[in-house]
């Protein structure tokens, strides 16, 4: 069954920290790129990081030197760690793997609150 499940999100203040996880069941997972996206309560859902097969990475600039996205291939898992959080982070956050003759799978996404 093919399965992307995220886990890591939860309540944090202002400056904090928090890592999310998202593990991989179901495909090639080395092959695919890797990316997170979130989408905030009335507004559309937007890239913030992703990673490529090779490695390579591209951030939104609004998380540019405050969120780091890598994945271990060996546990099939992609992970987004997130510094130095603000309000406006706050976001359900959605674990996307695309293959080009696939396309993209979505996982169920996970809340992510930053709130004092």
């Known amino acids: 069954q093919v399965q992307l499940v995220e886990s890591g999100g939860g309540l944090v203040q202002p400056g904090g920290s928090l890592r999310l996880s998202c593990a991989a069941s179901g495909i090639i997972f080395s092959i695919n790129d890797m990316g997170w996206y979130r989408q905030a309560p009335g507004k559309q859902r937007e890239l913030v990081a992703a990673i490529t097969s090779g490695g390579s990475t591209n951030y939104a600039d609004s998380v540019k030197g405050r969120f780091t996205i890598s994945r271990d291939n060996a546990k099939n898992t992609v992970y987004l760690q997130m510094n130095s959080l603000k309000p406006e982070d706050t976001a359900v956050y959605y674990c996307?793997?695309?293959?080009?003759?696939?396309?993209?799978?979505w996982g169920q996404g996970t809340q992510v609150t930053v709130s004092s």
């Open positions: 996307n793997a695309y293959y080009r003759l696939r396309g993209n799978i």
